[in-house]
Structures are given as structure tokens and as C-alpha cells.
């Protein structure tokens, strides 16, 4: 089967391409002419280069395609602008596409967030059924691209997964904890009992085919994320014992996020760089909890992650330091 793939070089992009073409599809390539293909090089793919902010680039790419697997999108950006353009603009281009090829038997999957529904109170999973309150910039313009995917799926065929942290190799953000720790530090916000869904990239990716291959899905959203939810200790603590370390453990006392992240944000606004620490990531930090529950995907898409956390993130710091990364 023909699938384009948008986001295809980045982290969760290229593992989905990689396992796409294990399946025997033939998969064509979204990528930007500054795109960084070190994770599809020497496969066997077909490129179209195209930026989808840039409407004019992006006719005819899906009329000859089966699935749509839209994994493009902005985590990171200086500005509000920055994330709607990268989320929401772009995600309205893509679906402009798919209505002017004519294509209804196209299959469209859009990867959006967890952050597009925003946290979870204490003590309770968010399901799909509880409206979505996302609390930072980037949540809403994925929640917007939600929106307009949703209103696609009234005259084609088009599915949103959720994913919460996803981890694994190739990963940058989650990777910081595995680089703190090889230095022999575990920092952790508060008392670290906040809990929170992650999910393996590959169970991920497991869980973005059955989105694309189940007739239930069409104008469904599922959350794709492990059975279990941890807290930030526990996390910790299996980084650690996956890289057999014993890092001095740190609680960093919720008071100083503030400032900081005020400080880390006037200094993007200086470099342009985007803020590692900004208001709305602490926002986020200060939460009761960001756990949601893959029910409804078990139930109808047959989904079962696989990847315990103590084997995933064994895993992960394997590759990380095969890869010199750590
Ligand atoms: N990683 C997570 O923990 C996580 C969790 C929940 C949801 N998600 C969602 O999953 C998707 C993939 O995330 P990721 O972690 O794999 O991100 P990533 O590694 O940063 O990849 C993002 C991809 O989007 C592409 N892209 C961005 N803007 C584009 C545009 N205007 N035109 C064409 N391509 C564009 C990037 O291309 P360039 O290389 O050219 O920039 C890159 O290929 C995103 O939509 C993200 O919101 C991620």
C-alpha cells in the first residue's frame, strides 16, 4: 500500500517509517529541503519535498496515496504564532490537500497530544469523552488542528491519536533526564509524586497502524499511551537502574520554577532560541497529574503496548550510549 508520511524524518517519523516499510508499504516522504535525514537515510522511501506552511507545494502529493499519516508539527517555538503555524496552519494546508485531490477513500492520521487535552486531576485517567482543557500555547494549536481534523472526518475518513511523553531512541526530551543522570544527578520538581502516562515509541508506532487499518476508528480519537502511569521518582529511579547509576537525587523546590522559567523565556526573546524552562512548561510541572487512559483504544483497536518502562528505558540508555549521546 502507497502512504505519505509528514514529520517523516523527525523522532516518532522516522520510527513509523521504518516500521511501515518492514510491513511492506511503500512510503513517500514529507520532508523540507532544510529537513535533517539522518534517520531515513539509505532507506528505501520516495521523497516529496515540501514545507506545509507553503500551500503551493503541496498539490497532487496525496492523489495517488492510501493512508495519511500527518506526524508533522512544532513542539518547540519562540512564540504563540509559532506554534498555530506549525500545528494548526500547517495541519489546515495538509487538509486542504486531501479535500482538492477528491480522494474520500484517502485515510487520514493525525498525530496530535496529550497536551491538546490538557492535565488530569488527581487520582483519575482523562478519557476521551472529558473536554479537552489544554493549559499551554502548544496544547491549544494542537487542540485547533484537532478541531479541524474533526471537521474533515464529517466527508472523509480521518482518525486523531493522542500520544503522552513518548520515549525512545532517537528521543531529545526525555533524553535530558538520561544526560542529568550520567552526570550523577537527578533533579526532580518538588517531592516527584506527580504521575504521568508515557508511552515507547514502538508501541506508539504499533498503535498509529491500528489507528490507520480499523473501520472503528473513522472520526475517532484514542489516547496511545502504556497501561500504567508513574510517578517522577519511579521514572527516575528506573533511568537510573537502567544505566546503572546512583545519581545524587535533588528536589528542587517548586517556588524557584517560576523565576527561573521567567528568566530562561527573556532569554529566548534575546537569542531566539526557544526556552527550555518557559511559564507554560512550568504550568504544566505544577499540574496534579497527565494521565490518560488507552481504553477506549483497547477496546476497539485491539491496541496493547508492550514495552515495559523498566525494559523501554533500558533499552533507550543502550542506544543512547551506543550512539555517544550519553
Ligand atoms: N515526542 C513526544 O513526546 C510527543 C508527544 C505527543 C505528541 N507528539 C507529536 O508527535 C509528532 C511528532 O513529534 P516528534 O517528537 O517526532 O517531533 P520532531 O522529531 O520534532 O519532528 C517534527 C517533524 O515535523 C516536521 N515539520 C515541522 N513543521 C513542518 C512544516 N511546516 N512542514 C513540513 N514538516 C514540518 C519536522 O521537519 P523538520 O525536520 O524540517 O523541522 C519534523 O520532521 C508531533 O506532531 C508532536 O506534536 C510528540
Given at each position: 500500500m502507497k502512504v505519505l508520511v509528514t514529520g517523516s524524518n523527525g523522532f516518532i517519523g522516522s520510527t513509523l517509517v521504518e516500521r511501515l516499510l518492514r510491513e511492506g508499504h511503500s512510503v513517500r516522504c514529507l520532508v523540507r529541503r532544510s529537513s535533517n535525514l539522518t534517520w531515513l537515510n539509505d532507506l528505501p522511501v520516495e521523497y516529496v519535498f515540501a514545507?506545509?506552511?507553503?500551500?503551493?507545494?503541496?498539490?497532487?502529493?496525496?492523489?495517488?496515496?492510501e493512508r495519511l499519516y500527518h506526524l508533522a508539527?512544532?513542539?518547540?517555538?519562540?512564540d504563540e504564532a509559532g506554534y498555530l503555524r506549525g500545528n494548526y496552519e500547517a495541519t489546515l494546508q495538509l487538509l486542504a490537500a486531501c479535500r482538492d485531490s477528491g480522494r474520500r477513500d484517502l485515510r487520514f492520521i493525525y498525530v496530535s497530544s496529550q497536551a491538546a487535552a490538557g492535565p488530569s486531576a488527581a487520582g483519575r485517567a482523562l478519557n476521551e469523552e472529558d473536554p479537552p482543557r489544554p493549559i499551554s500555547v502548544y496544547g491549544r494549536a494542537k487542540l485547533r488542528a484537532e478541531e479541524a481534523v474533526q471537521e474533515y472526518a464529517r466527508e472523509g475518513f480521518a482518525t486523531i491519536v493522542r500520544p503522552p511523553s513518548v520515549y525512545g531512541a532517537r528521543d531529545r526530551d526525555i533524553y535530558v533526564y538520561f544526560k542529568s543522570v550520567a552526570r550523577g544527578l537527578l533533579l526532580l520538581l518538588g517531592d516527584g509524586r506527580m504521575k504521568i502516562s508515557l508511552i515507547h515509541v514502538d508501541d506508539l508506532v504499533e498503535g498509529i497502524l491500528l489507528a490507520g487499518e480499523s473501520e472503528r476508528a473513522r472520526g475517532r480519537i484514542y489516547?496511545?499511551?502504556?497501561?500504567e502511569a508513574s510517578d517522577w521518582r519511579a521514572i527516575g529511579s528506573i533511568i537510573a537502574s537502567a544505566m546503572q547509576k546512583k545519581p545524587l537525587v535533588v528536589h528542587v523546590p517548586v517556588g524557584l520554577l517560576k523565576p527561573v522559567a521567567w528568566m530562561s523565556q527573556l532569554g529566548s526573546k534575546i537569542t531566539g532560541v526557544p526556552a527550555l524552562l518557559n511559564p507554560d512548561k512550568v504550568a504544566e510541572m505544577l499540574q496534579p497529574g497527565w494521565v490518560c487512559s488507552n481504553a477506549r483504544a483497547r477496546a476497539e483497536l485491539g491496541f496493547r503496548p508492550r514495552i515495559s518502562l523498566e525494559e523501554g528505558m533500558t533499552a533507550t540508555a543502550a542506544w543512547y550510549k551506543e550512539m555517544g549521546w550519553l
Open positions: 514545507d506545509l506552511n507553503n500551500a503551493g507545494e503541496l498539490g497532487g502529493m496525496v492523489a495517488d496515496v508539527g512544532v513542539t518547540k517555538a519562540r489516547f496511545l499511551s502504556s497501561d
